[in-house]
C-alpha cells in the first residue's frame, strides 16, 4: 500500500493507494458514520469492515442525475435526524458523481463533518475525489453551486476497478493523459509503454497512474486550494472546449471524451497562438488513441449544436471579458496561463469541429 500526505490549507489529507486496502478505514472511523454508497458497490465490502461502529447507509444510483440539489437536503436531514456530530463522518463510497455530493454535505452540515472519500471510478481515484472541489447541480445548471472542503482520508482500493467496465476506465484516463501532457513529462513516457497493461488490467501499472495523478493534482491543490491564484487553472486543459462539447451534446457524451476532443482542439490553439510546439498536436492525438479516445467530434457519431457550443465557450467560468485564461503546453509536459480573445477561441473551435 503506499500512502500521500498533504497539508492543504489547515487540513491534513492522506490518500491511500493499493489492492485490498479497504481495512484501513477501521483506524480512521469512529464515532458515528454515515455511509454514502453507489448501488453498483457491494454493500458488505463497506460494512462488513465498519460492522462494529454506529453506522447508516444512504444508496444512490449513480450517475449525474444524483447530483440533483435534492439528494443533498435528503441527505442532510438523515444527517440531523440520526443526530450526527461535527466529529462524526460522512464515508462516500462511489464514482464522481457520489464523492461529489457527499464533499458538498460534508461541508455544509453543521459548518463541516470529518469526510472519508472512497473512489470506486478511475476518474474519482486520479481526480474527482482528491482537491477538495465538489459541485452538484440545480436542474439543468451543472456544478451550480460547490464548495471546497478538504476529505481527511481518501482511500483508493483498487480492487474496486474490478467490476469497472473498460470504457469507464477510458473515461478516467483522459484527465490523466491531461496531466501528462501539461505537467508530467515522465507519466507521458510511461503511459506511452504501457497502454497493453492498462488494458489487460495490470495492477501495477494501474496502481503507478493513480498513484502518480494523485501526486500531480495535490502539488497543483496544495499551492493553489481555493482557485485563487491562476495555478489550479492547469487541471482546465481540454476543458474550455471539453465543456463546450458536452453541453452542445446535452452531455450525453462522458467527460471524458469530451475532454480529449477538448485537449485535441486546445492543443491547435496552442500551436496557432505560436506558444505551443507543433508536435505536441501528434503527440496528444497519438496517446488518445493509443488509450481508446476519440480525436474528433466524427468519432462521437453524434450531432453538435454548433451554436451551442460557441455559445458555452463565451459562458466559460474562465472568461474575463472578451478573454479567455487557458493553460496551454509550452512543451511537453509544461504549462503556462494565456489570456487567448474569445473571437480567436472559437475561430480555432470551428476549424476543430470540421
Ligand atoms: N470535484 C472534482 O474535482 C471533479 C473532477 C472531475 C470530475 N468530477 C465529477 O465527477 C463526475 C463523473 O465521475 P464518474 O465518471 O466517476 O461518474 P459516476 O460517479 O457517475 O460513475 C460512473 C458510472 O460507474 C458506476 N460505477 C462506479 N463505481 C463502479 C465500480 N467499481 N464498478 C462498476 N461500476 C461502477 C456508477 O454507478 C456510474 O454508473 C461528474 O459529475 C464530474 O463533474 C468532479
Known amino acids: 500500500m503506499r500512502c500521500i500526505e498533504e497539508d492543504i490549507c489547515c487540513n491534513r489529507t492522506k490518500i491511500f493507494i493499493g489492492r485490498n486496502i479497504i481495512e484501513v478505514l477501521r483506524e480512521y472511523i469512529d464515532g458515528k458514520a454515515l455511509i454514502l454508497r453507489q448501488r453498483v458497490i457491494d454493500p458488505n465490502r463497506i460494512v462488513n469492515i465498519l460492522r462494529d461502529r454506529n453506522i447508516y447507509e444512504v444508496v444512490l444510483d449513480g450517475g449525474e442525475r444524483d447530483k440533483d440539489i435534492s439528494n443533498v437536503m435528503n441527505i442532510v436531514r438523515i444527517l440531523y435526524e440520526k443526530g450526527f456530530q461535527r466529529r462524526d463522518h460522512i464515508v462516500a463510497v462511489g464514482g464522481g458523481t457520489l464523492t461529489d455530493v457527499a464533499g458538498f454535505v460534508a461541508s455544509i452540515y453543521l459548518r463541516g463533518i470529518n469526510l472519508v472519500n472512497i473512489p470506486t471510478t478511475l476518474l474519482g481515484m486520479v481526480d474527482a475525489a482528491i482537491g477538495g472541489k465538489n459541485g452538484v447541480n440545480l436542474g439543468d445548471m451543472k456544478n451550480a453551486l460547490g464548495t471546497f ?43 506511452k509503454k504501457s497502454y497493453d497493461r492498462f488494458f489487460n488490467r495490470d495492477y501495477d501499472v494501474i496502481e503507478d497512474i ?46 471524458g471524451k469530451a475532454v480529449a476532443i477538448g485537449m485535441v482542439c486546445e492543443s491547435m490553439l496552442g500551436i496557432e497562438l505560436g506558444v505551443s510546439p507543433k508536435d505536441i498536436l501528434e503527440e496528444v492525438i497519438h496517446m488518445l488513441k493509443l488509450y481508446r479516445l476519440p480525436t474528433n467530434v466524427k468519432e462521437l457519431g453524434i450531432d453538435i449544436d454548433r451554436d451551442l457550443a460557441l455559445y458555452a465557450v463565451t459562458r466559460d467560468k474562465k472568461s474575463r471579458g472578451a478573454e479567455i485564461l487557458m493553460p496551454l503546453p509550452v512543451e511537453l509536459g509544461k504549462w503556462d496561463l494565456f489570456r487567448v480573445d474569445i473571437e480567436f477561441v472559437k475561430s480555432v473551435f470551428i476549424k476543430c469541429l470540421g
Open 210 to 255: 493513480v498513484y502518480r495523478s494523485a501526486i500531480d493534482k495535490l502539488s497543483i491543490v496544495k499551492q493553489d486550494p481555493y482557485e485563487l491564484k491562476g495555478i489550479r487553472s492547469v487541471l482546465n486543459f481540454g476543458h474550455t472546449i471539453g465543456h463546450a462539447i458536452e453541453v452542445s451534446t446535452k452531455f450525453s457524451i462522458s467527460h
Open 149 to 191: 472542503y478538504q476529505p481527511s482520508i481518501i482511500v483508493s482500493d483498487l480492487e474496486f476497478l474490478d467490476t469497472l467496465p473498460d470504457e469507464e476506465m477510458v473515461n478516467g484516463m483522459a484527465e490523466v493523459i491531461k496531466y501528462a501532457v501539461v505537467m508530467d513529462r515522465e507519466l507521458y513516457t510511461f503511459l
